[in-house]
């Protein structure tokens, strides 16, 4: 193709200098939803326009300071994500319409859909959608960013071709992969940038006929802030920043453990992410899906939870992991656990 030249050029330019699926991901202010829609039918709610309500297990946390995956916005043109440490600035011609839906219990969200208008003469139609995987609880054989887009480009179906193969390259001070895609018949071209933050894979997926467009995204999206890469026991905007450590809750890693009691009986699986302080401690809870007597329960349980401190270095340090309930058991290795799990 006549563009695959400038696209090789603007990679290749980012290296020096500097599809995605579309489950998951939270509104605004989470914490304060824990429980999706109330159980009384006399009850009248006007449901606001471009809200779409599920009743059921939802996405909440124990408290409402700290800074959720999906707890993302787009205010005056700019994305921002505290949890992600992301700020993206865009043109006054792209907007976001919708909010993702919530968290899926495989941990995929949808942090951002966004739009341009093509209203005005300049304009030119396109999309930017903005995903992270959880790799604490992501059902694919992949392990980090490279390998999602490797099982992206291997599972395409038969219609879509390969414009240019995963190519790692650096962006906005990040390793990225980039890979990028189009269909023929459709004539739209996708560009997936994939790079990993705090234990997740953030996607920034961009589609247009236009690859002019696209290839401009890229340049904007070098300008973009992101974490930094930093050590866990570092700091970052005057905050420290967890150890993402899988299955962290092993039971060389457990001093006292407490199964939860479900008060009812239900099939689903409920992936929670956990923040262990210096000292051993629960202090923070983000349930990806639950039901609101399943948080409670498992809150209730948490909190009675002691873990061996984590050193980095000889430094105590705070650890974030990820525990499925529901339908995994865990085996008890505290007295203080009279019985096993209860499928909830």
Known sequence: MQTGFWRCSVVLALSVSMPSWSEGAGPQNVSNNSGGVSNNAQTKTKVPTGVILVKGAWSSASDSVTPLPEGGSMTNNVFRNEYFGMTYALS?????????????D????????IRSSGTSKTSIRGGILITAQDMFFTPLPVANALDLVNY?????????KVEMPPTQTKIAGRAFTFFAYWSPVAQLHWYVL??????????????????????????????????????????????????CIKDYTRDENVVARVDPIFTEHRFNSVPVRIIIDKEGNVKHIHFLSAFPDQAKAITDALGQWKFRPYLEGGQPGEVE???MFGRVSYPTTSRQAARRPNDP
Request: aromatic content about 4%.
């Open 194 to 243: 994939a790079t990993e933050i705090r234990c997740h894979t953030v996607e920034i997926v961009l589609t247009s006929r236009d690859t002019k467009l696209l290839d401009s995204l890229i340049l904007d999206i070098n300008k973009m802030t992101l974490g930094a890469e930093i050590s866990p026991i570092a700091e970052t905007d005057g905050r420290s920043v967890p150890a």
């Open 152 to 160: 992206t480009k291997n599972n395409l179906q038969a219609d879509y």
């Open 106 to 113: 495989s941990g995929r969200y949808v942090l951002a859909q």
């Open 92 to 104: 006054p011609d792209w907007s976001e319409k919708y909010k993702g839906p919530p968290p899926s």
């Open 321 to 323: 992991t990820g525990i």
